[in-house]
């Protein structure tokens, strides 16, 4: 006899798992990166199954965190979520380097409230900056006397969403969400740098935590204009975003503003079609950082399909394909980084349909656009791995 | 087909997150090549040069060490023009009278000895001589008022005093111990009498020479101490008696305690300090330096590097045996209670970790020495200690050698300086 899984139960995960979220997003370290500059990765918040279709469903989908429209698709108590590993090597001329990363991503639940309203809580990663460098290095002092050392710089934590959605529909043919996000999080920082003369010169070491703090609301939409075509827009508006140091704010810009549109097709028996397009508003970020931040605003364009596949049992397997292109947030040496990547996934129902097992896997390839010098050759190739877990009791 | 159950494809999602689990935990991490070609996330921030003329009060400070303050004697002889002859005196002001029986029952009086003789230890670091040469050793007791007095002991090395004297073919055949033998009539008439024993040491040599022994140190008679042994009788059934340092003169026991050996500079060639900063020589001299340093740099930021540069001018009556004087920079530790800089220097402490610096008294230029700990120390110590260095010989009192370097009273660019590599404290981590 299965045992239910209560509203309560569900609610108290997912609490518990925000906080997980924000407090330990990543476990493992990673290194130098193209996609690691500023503040950290966008991790995009999608969910498994979105990512599979290069994010192209993820205006649609209840599990990410963009749209809170699509809480309704579900139409019933859920929770879910998914771990990411990725890994990726980084050439820069001579020099090449393999680094892993591991985050949880997204940790979401959701129920119905008096039928006609959907009410989803989650927690996302919004920007994630854990890595770990460390590397010989050679000081040059003010008298020409050269030291030798090495330096280290380690970063762990992440900007981290938590949102609390509701979804309604007042027409068969429209679905309206609204959100309030509150964005929080901290970077834990170290650094340290020691010369081979210890005689002469003393070791530095200095450690620090950035706490982040910030607010944000989304408004999305969905609508069905004609029978299997769906047209979805969201729109996040990014309030007052802060950093601080020991409960003293050190610099105060603002969360990115977002805005998104997407159309699904659903004409063809087994297969749905899915284009998105999105424009976030990196730029706002700017005064967070020091005077050199390079902050760019950023274009994401996605397509992708999802489709049935082969029975396994009852239920028959999703298979997805897509692909994305889009500019990351935070360039380097002058130079902006556009990912590029594609990939597939897979989705098998569990449980008679009360729950879902997600994989997708994505090749990414992260190239500057302009720079001069080491940064321009630099090239990054990353396998994006997301396993997710979807219970819908 | 046949339908797969929920735990079948449960552990198979489960198998699937855990071999991605481990397939990233297994990754191995390498170094952060890529900082070097300009891709990592955060940089340390660079590190800042300064140079600050920060010495506000130098002086070069006399009359030290302070008696009892002196773990080695030197005895040192250079003929010529710069002549140069310094002794030392070994008080043994508590020879017996008498000495007990081996076989047990009274003591018996000492009327005869046999194979007196005084053991001394050298230091072999700071002994130099290339051509034999004798260690003399003389009775310089007096009931003369100044029995301290240099010139008074001097005096008492006289031909008629002589008590014995030992030979040195060459450093490398020595070896660390010396017996001196003494005059077995002399000491036994010491003994009889219940006289005090003072023995001057003096160093005869045809060419410039060094012996540095081991004298009583700060802590007390030990091992490597002057020690006069013989033998109570002049058979061979007794067993030997040691006499070790004792002084019962001048003044208070401890202050005689502090004249068990004593060094005595008869003839130091040098030149007035004038404004020069001294460091070492005979009568040793050591430096007393105290900073104003911006509070800035001691609290604000990380400090790196430290450097105090002292501008060097060649020593004007170098030693040929003398190649280098060690210098030992000292934290001052005493608050401004102490007014006397003398006695604040006796304060001064090396345990904040600062390295020792050998230099030629020959040399001239810049010299650096590293302070970078003394600056993090004065970040602990209370406010009203000086920012304050010492720096003295190692060898101090028992080394002839002499290092001169210019004060604040010189020219702009031959001043004491404070150079200082630091790294500000910025936001760090805010990109």
């Known amino acids: 006899m299965r045992r239910p899984v209560t509203r309560a139960a569900l609610a108290a995960a997912g609490v518990l798992a925000a906080v997980a979220a924000t407090v330990a997003p990543a476990a493992l370290r990673a290194q130098s990166s193209l996609g690691l500059q500023g503040f950290g990765y966008p991790a995009g918040q999608f969910s498994t199954r979105a990512q599979g279709t290069g994010g192209a469903l993820g205006e649609f989908d209840p599990v990410s965190v963009v749209n809170p429209s699509a809480l309704l698709e579900f139409g019933r108590t859920f929770a879910a979520f998914q771990y990411d590993p990725e890994f990726r090597r980084l050439t820069a001329g001579s020099v090449r380097q393999n680094n892993t990363v591991a985050r949880f991503p997204i940790i979401a639940v959701g129920a119905p409230v008096r039928r006609k309203y959907m009410v989803g809580l989650s927690a996302s990663t919004l920007l994630d900056r854990t890595f770990t460098a460390e590397f010989a290095d050679t000081a040059r002092f003010g008298d020409g006397t050269l030291a030798p050392g090495r330096q280290r710089v380690e970063s762990n934590g992440s900007v981290a969403d938590v949102r609390l959605a509701v979804a309604t529909q007042p027409a068969r043919w429209l679905r309206v969400g609204v959100s309030g996000h509150v964005l929080t999080g901290e970077n834990r920082l170290v650094s340290s740098r020691r010369f081979d003369d210890t005689t002469n010169f003393r070791r530095i070491d200095d450690s620090t935590s950035l706490d982040y703090t910030g607010l944000a609301a989304t408004l999305g939409l969905a609508a069905t204009p004609v029978r299997g075509v769906q047209l979805a827009g969201s729109y996040r508006l990014g309030g007052t975003l802060k950093t601080s140091r020991n409960d003293s704010t050190i610099s105060t810009g603002n969360a990115p503003d977002r805005a998104g549109i997407a159309l699904r097709v659903d004409r063809v028996t087994g297969a749905v079609f899915a284009l998105a397009y999105s424009h976030t508003r990196w730029s706002k970020m700017r005064d967070l950082g020091t005077s050199a931040l390079e902050v760019h605003d950023a274009t994401e364009l996605s397509g992708g399909v999802e489709a049935l596949g082969p029975r396994l049992g009852d239920f028959p397997l999703l298979l997805r394909l897509g692909a994305r292109r889009r500019t990351l947030p935070f360039g380097v040496g002058g130079a902006r980084v556009r990912e590029t990547s594609f990939g597939g996934g897979l989705g098998l129902p569990l449980a008679s349909g009360r729950a879902v097992g997600d994989v997708s896997l994505q090749r990414a390839l992260r190239t500057p656009q302009g720079g001069a010098g080491p940064v321009a050759d630099a090239r990054e190739r990353a396998y994006l791995l997301s396993v997710g877990f979807t219970v819908r009791p | ?431």
């Open chain 2, 1 to 431: 087909m046949t339908p797969l159950s929920l735990a079948r494809r449960l552990a198979a999602v489960v198998g699937l997150a855990a071999l991605a689990a481990g397939a990233a935990c297994s990754e191995q991490l390498e170094g952060g090549a890529g900082c070097a070609a300009g891709l990592c996330p955060v940089t340390n921030a660079a590190v800042v040069d300064t140079t600050l003329d920060p010495v506000v009060l130098d002086t070069a400070l006399a009359g030290v060490p302070v008696a009892g303050d002196l773990p080695v004697l030197l005895l040192a002889t250079r003929p010529g023009a710069d002549s140069l002859d310094v002794r030392a005196v070994v008080r043994f002001d508590s020879v017996p009278g008498s000495f007990a029986p081996p076989a047990g029952g009274d003591s018996v009086r000492i009327t005869r000895v046999d194979s007196t003789a005084i053991r001394l230890t050298l230091d072999t670091s700071g002994t130099r001589f290339t051509g034999p040469v004798t260690i003399q050793a003389y009775d310089v007791d007096t009931a003369a008022a100044g029995d301290t007095v240099v010139d008074v002991l001097a005096a008492l090395f006289r031909p008629d005093r002589l008590l014995g004297e030992v030979t040195l073919a060459s450093p490398t055949v020595t070896g660390d111990t010396v017996s001196l033998r003494l005059s077995n009539d002399a000491f036994a008439a010491k003994a009889q009498a219940r006289a005090r024993l003072r023995i001057g040491l003096r160093l005869v040599s045809a060419t410039s020479a060094r012996v540095r022994l081991f004298g009583v140190g700060v802590g007390g008679v030990n091992a490597v101490s002057p020690v006069v042994r013989f033998d109570p009788a002049t058979d061979t059934i007794f067993r030997a008696v040691l006499v070790f340092p004792a002084s019962v003169t001048p003044g208070s026991s401890e202050l005689a305690r502090a004249y068990r050996a004593q060094s005595l500079p008869v003839r130091v060639p040098r030149l007035t300090d004038g404004s020069d900063l001294v460091i070492g020589g005979l009568p040793a001299r050591r430096v007393y330096m105290r900073f104003a340093v911006p509070a800035r740099f001691i609290d604000s930021v990380d400090l790196v590097r430290a450097s105090l540069l002292l501008t060097q001018r060649a020593s004007g009556a170098p030693d040929a045996l003398d190649t280098g004087v060690t210098v030992r920079p000292l934290a001052v530790l005493a608050t401004d209670a102490v007014t006397d800089l003398r006695r604040a220097s006796e304060f001064a402490s090396g345990a904040v970790g600062l390295d020792t610096l050998r230099v030629d008294p020959r040399g001239s230029g810049v010299r650096v020495f590293s302070v970078v700990n003394l600056l993090r120390a004065w970040r602990a110590l209370p406010t009203n200690t000086p920012r304050a260095l010492v720096l003295r010989a190692t060898a101090e009192g028992a080394q002839a050698a002499e290092l001169r370097f210019y004060s604040i009273e010189a020219a702009a660019e031959l001043r004491p300086r404070l150079r200082l590599s630091y790294v500000p404290r910025t936001n760090f981590g805010l990109p």
